[in-house]
């Protein structure tokens, strides 16, 4: 059994920033808080559907969001789009971004003449060199720098494990050994 501050499952965009989060918020705040991430691929896969996009991206030469974007969205769904989704990725892109960008992930710029005739013509596009495993690979680097984090790799997240009041206490997973192990995080 092993007690961690955090356990995160998966390693794609999601994980992957939820770790490095709480691994520099640690450092930042001199904590001492305990990660466990958990991801069922290899460690050479770099797992997640996040490897498998290009990661193409509607914003500006200063990695600001390109607002027509929502709009259009709105346009070619019919008005089905979620547009609480499309306003809160408009505000968190660029900082997002700028994050990666700032962690060693490079973007390529590319100008688009005539995309579809409905939308703004002349658009920009941004996308990491090496596409969503270039983010992944860049992100995992950093997390593996940092001594209080254990990466579980061929591990698959099985349970929740809850404690008599129903409180979450841990997770149960399978290792690549094929055994059921318990990961606890007493705090949460």
């Known amino acids: ?31 001492s808080g305990r990660i466990a991430l958990i991801e069922a691929g290899r460690s050479d896969e770099r797992c997640g559907a996040s490897r498998w996009t290009m990661a193409y991206l509607r914003l500006d030469k200063d990695l600001a969001f390109d607002e027509d974007w929502k709009h259009e969205m709105k346009m070619v769904s019919r008005g089905e789009a979620d547009q609480d989704y499309c306003e809160k990725l408009g505000r968190e892109a660029q900082a997002t971004a700028l994050y990666v960008q700032d962690h060693g992930v490079k973007f390529n710029h590319h100008d688009e003449t005539n995309v579809l005739l409905e939308f703004k013509t002349g658009q920009h596009f941004v996308f990491p060199e090496g596409g969503g495993k270039a983010i992944i690979d860049c992100l995992m680097g950093h997390i593996q720098e940092y001594k209080n984090c254990d990466i579980h790799w061929e591990t698959e997240g099985l349970h929740l494990l809850t404690n008599k009041n129903g409180s979450i206490r841990g997770l149960q997973v399978r290792k690549k050994d094929g055994l059921l192990h318990e990961l606890t995080a007493p705090n949460v």
Not at 19 to 31: M, V
């Open 1 to 31: 059994m092993s007690d961690y501050d955090l356990i995160v499952v998966g390693s794609g965009f999601a994980g992957s920033m939820a770790t490095l989060n709480f691994l520099e918020s640690c450092k930042k705040h001199n904590k």
